[in-house]
């Protein structure tokens, strides 16, 4: 079953060109990472499949309907990157931060259940967070604040999970952990995963799909095939080195 | 030194009257503040404050029950800031700066070019809920119910927002219809509010419950529980002791305000 299809999709930001005729498609419990160059144009497209900015041109379908027109917004789960976009004051405690992830699938006057509350305890529990349930939001650790966005995107049981730049804010044995929870929640419960990373080992290690963009799409396929060829392999080298240097 | 005992006092009708309003405004006031200070909204009920002062003026002016006129009147004040923001390119303080001249500077030439009306206009800046009619307190509560019903339905939705509204967009949320409620809700709350403590000190009504309640809550819902106290504890005591003291009840209910987030500074989280 295609879970999301980009059929020639273009962004631009004034005169600049942020994604060109981007085409791609996406099966249900594919496993893909998005890699490319600073300014590539992947945060672009998350945003663009999530219609949080509108496209130039093209079409994005996702399950089946065009995104125009699709309401079922529960069957996707999104982890934005660094959180940027959170409110530093606000005073929520883990549970009401994940309830907010069993939005998407209420109607009007939208309340919350004993079962929403029973949903949310099962998701921290699950994800080993359990303890944390009445914990103030502004007291977490990186490793349990993206342990909490990450049960805020699985409460509402996604079928699509779509992640920007997951692990930037954790240690490396935090991330590791957080890649192999992917892995089992890919092959456990055929959640299809969408993710960014600057990080391509990990998309080595985990993915089965690597989209390679640089404003268009210069590889859509399997990773063993994208890490056999010189071109991509020493296309990757060159940025992972560059990456390195200017995050140092 | 005070010379009333409590239960003399509240056996005033004008009083109880003034409880009653003063309460359900408070309410509503601290609910609504909330999520305007964590949305930082919180100057919009300042701005929207000085338009209501334009609307009373245009009242006393025409002869009209002020209340009548202000609020359909900020209501459009608020279309035109969140208008202004969106078309005209400029951040959402400057249009509050810009509706909030118009309002005043309106104000000013007709309270100029009428005569007669400024005692009641000055009654409408620093606010005399002491002297609040039956009328108004009905008036006041059924505003007040109205915007705490409206709060209530949209709650999940204006959480979601107000924490994070990139987030909520992509689980559907119709960030632009919550963002256009919140301010036409202020709007109203800020005519309300007039009676209880003026037009210059509405702002204060809708901000400091709110940020006290911040300094000591541990989740959303206690920071809501928190504000409503501390309102409802300011107009109690300011009440009580602007009747005591002979004070003004809108200076003496901000005073309290103040006095509650001073003292919360002190038992911080």
């Known amino acids: ?248 | 030194m005070i010379d009333v005992s409590f239960f003399h006092f509240i056996q005033y009708a004008f009083i109880q009257k003034a409880f009653l309003a003063g309460s359900f405004v408070a309410i509503t006031c601290a609910t609504l503040g909330m999520f305007l200070v964590l949305r930082r909204m919180s100057l919009i009920g300042d701005g929207l404050s000085h338009v209501s002062f334009g609307a009373i003026a245009l009242g006393l002016f025409f002869g009209v029950y002020p209340f009548y006129i202000a609020i359909p009147i900020v209501i459009i004040g608020s279309y035109f800031i969140l208008k202004i923001t969106e078309k005209a390119k400029v951040f959402g303080d400057t249009a509050i700066g810009i509706i909030s001249a118009i309002g005043i500077a309106s104000g000013v030439i007709l309270t100029s070019v009428s005569s007669g009306f400024n005692g009641d206009l000055f009654s409408y800046l620093f606010g005399n809920i002491l002297a609040i009619s039956t009328t108004e307190v009905v008036f006041s509560v059924i505003l007040s119910l109205f915007v705490l019903l409206v709060l209530t339905f949209f709650y999940l939705d204006l959480f979601s927002v107000t924490f994070d509204e990139e987030y909520a967009k992509t689980t559907g949320v119709h960030t632009d219809f919550i963002n256009i409620l919140l301010t036409f809700l202020t709007a109203i709350t800020v005519v309300l509010s007039i009676k209880v403590v003026g037009v210059m000190l509405v702002s204060a009504l809708l901000i400091l419950p709110a940020v006290s309640a911040l300094q000591r809550a541990r989740g959303f819902k206690q920071a809501l529980f928190f504000s409503v106290i501390f309102s409802l504890l300011s107009v109690f005591f300011g009440l009580f002791l602007s009747f005591s003291f002979d004070i003004p009840a809108g200076a003496m209910i901000v005073m309290m305000n103040v006095f509650f987030f001073i003292l919360t500074l002190f038992y911080k989280r």
């Open chain 1, 1 to 248: 079953m295609e879970v999301l299809s980009v059929h020639n999709l273009s962004i631009s930001y004034g005169q600049s060109i942020a994604l060109d005729s981007v085409t791609f498609s996406i099966e249900q419990g594919d496993f893909v990472g998005i890699a490319g160059p600073n300014g590539a144009g992947k945060t672009t497209l998350i945003r663009a499949i999530l219609g949080l900015i509108p496209a130039v041109d093209g079409s994005i379908f996702l399950f089946g309907k065009e995104q125009k027109v699709f309401s079922e917004w529960q069957s996707i789960g999104y982890l934005p990157q660094k959180n940027t976009s959170l409110n530093p004051l606000f005073p929520a405690i883990v549970e009401e931060v994940v309830l907010l992830g069993l939005i998407s699938g209420k109607h009007f006057p939208k309340r919350v259940t004993r079962n929403d509350r029973r949903l949310v305890r099962e998701i921290l529990e699950e994800l080993g967070i359990g303890d944390l349930r009445e914990k103030p939001f502004d007291e977490l650790s990186g490793g349990q604040l993206q342990r909490v966005m990450l049960a805020r995107a699985l409460v509402q049981n996604p079928k699509l999970l779509i992640f920007d730049e997951p692990s930037t804010a954790l240690d490396p044995k935090s991330r590791d952990s957080f890649f192999e929870l992917l892995l089992t929640l890919n092959q456990k419960k055929h959640i299809t995963i969408l993710f960014i990373t600057h990080d391509t080992s990990y998309i080595q290690r985990y993915a089965s799909t690597i989209l390679y963009l640089d404003r268009k799409v210069m590889y859509f396929g399997t990773v063993e095939n994208f890490f056999a060829k010189k071109e991509f392999r020493d296309k990757e080298n060159q940025y992972h080195i560059h990456y390195i240097h200017d995050h140092d």
